[in-house]
């Protein structure tokens, strides 16, 4: 990142815990950066092995946080406990989560210890995806849902949406198991794969249920936001790229979108409307919307900074860092959000191997970093296994551009991605 960060040096002194974390490379500047201007950072982790995939915990890059505790992050108790001192008193100034599967607990965490946080009953409305559909109600940027618990079910939600539509897990992230199913045959697969799961990504039990949506053509884009004491900013508009059916994982951002000043308005009144309607009140949040015939549907909201590079397009081109204004936020500082100017344009290239295997070797990379203004932000190495299940997990990394504009870091990214080859030594069956 190029832009200078402001308004950070109120981390000095202060310290903050955090339950689970993101792995990719913004995040560990996000944490690299806060550490510089003081902050000291404990990372509370259920399993080391998700971040280092056999890999050795010392050279992971999250091994620089000040202290690592080994706690079951899904156990309330368990993480209060070691974040409180005998007297009963917190041992940290700010506890958060930037896991879709640990929000919620770190929001009853913080309040619990009396710390800032948002309300944990909103948290989990935004990340239980049919709960967030019945908040809406009926909204004209909702979408239509059935929740599917039983097999008996599918006929009268076939009749009721209609084909297409999007069949997906009530609580998942990273695109996992969404896909649009066109006809009986294609729903009664995907309700067979689907409600077969019964643990999360982070092996949390899930209830087989199955969120059926009527499917919406149009543009889908991302808003960047952070509330405060219940006001929600707009850092601004993300392009978001699909590779589309049948499934929808994303393959790359630019930001800012410009849009004409009616259509922004009526984008940031549904959002900020979502956002008041589900009672979310304090920290970032990613919110998914399409732009149909009829006005803008939302898609999904959750509640925590943006994967994928997207606060480090943002932190490009506004000057305020996502991850470092949510860390404010959990210490009791409030942001200097506003005014939030643009000044150029930034874009990402999300990096999906060809082939199944195991990698043997990168081909490329040189020419690829030697592209004008790109960074080549690769997360994976020799000997990992490639393309295990076709979601966001399949990405390997990341060409990232900081352009005049977003189109021509567009281009720039894509040509730097075009030139990496990952190959891999035998098929995984």
Same mark, same amino acid.
């Given at each position: ?8 040096? #109120? ?21 690299? #950066? ?169 092996? #949390? ?8 949506? #009527? ?215």
């Amino acid at each position: 990142m190029t832009t200078p960060l402001a308004d950070y040096a #109120q981390f000095a002194g202060k310290r903050i815990a955090i339950v689970e974390h993101m792995q990719n490379h913004p995040f560990v500047l996000g944490l690299r #950066q806060a550490q510089e201007h003081g902050l000291e950072v404990w990372l509370l982790t259920g399993d080391r092995s998700w971040y280092t995939h056999g890999h050795d915990w010392d050279s992971h890059p999250l091994a620089r946080v000040d202290r690592v505790i080994d706690v079951d992050t899904t156990d309330l108790e368990a993480v209060l406990s070691v974040v409180t001192g005998e007297d009963g008193n917190s041992l940290v100034d700010g506890l958060t989560s930037f896991s879709d599967y640990h929000t919620e607990l770190a929001a009853h965490a913080a309040r619990r210890l009396g710390l800032p946080g948002p309300d944990p009953a909103a948290v989990r409305t935004a990340n239980i995806k049919d709960q967030l559909r019945i908040a809406l109600g009926d909204e004209p940027f909702n979408i239509p849902h059935v929740l599917v618990s039983h097999k008996a079910q599918l006929d009268e939600a076939a009749r009721r949406l209609g084909f297409p539509m999007i069949a997906k897990p009530p609580a998942e992230a990273i695109s996992y198991g969404v896909r649009r199913v066109d006809d009986m045959e294609q729903l009664t697969e995907a309700w067979e794969e689907l409600s077969a799961v019964r643990h999360s990504l982070r092996g #949390q039990p899930r209830s087989g249920d199955v969120l059926l949506e #009527q499917y919406v053509e149009g543009v889908e884009v991302s808003v960047e936001t952070m509330t405060v004491d219940g006001y929600t900013h707009v850092f601004g508009v993300t392009s978001k790229d699909l590779f589309g059916d049948p499934a929808y994982i994303e393959c790359g951002h630019t930001f800012p979108v410009p849009l004409e000043d009616e259509e922004r308005d009526e984008l940031y009144s549904v959002v900020r409307g979502t956002l008041e309607m589900i009672g979310y009140r304090h920290g970032p949040c990613h919110t998914e919307v399409r732009r149909t015939e009829s006005g803008w549907r939302i898609i999904e909201a959750n509640p925590r900074t943006p994967s994928s590079c997207m606060t480090m397009l943002v932190t490009d081109v506004t000057g305020r860092s996502p991850i470092l204004d949510a860390w404010l936020l959990t210490i009791g500082v409030t942001p200097a959000i506003e005014p939030v100017v643009h000044s150029g344009g930034a874009a990402v290239r999300m990096i999906y191997p060809t082939r199944r295997g195991v990698l043997t070797r990168i081909d490329g990379l040189e020419a690829a970093a030697a592209v004008e203004n790109v960074q080549v932000l690769l997360h994976v190495e020799k000997g990992d296994a490639l393309l295990q299940r076709m979601d966001n997990s399949s990405c390997v990394g990341f060409t990232y551009c900081n352009g005049p504009d977003r189109l021509t870091a567009q281009a720039l990214a894509d040509k730097s991605a075009a030139l990496l080859d990952f190959v891999v030594e035998e098929e995984l069956r």
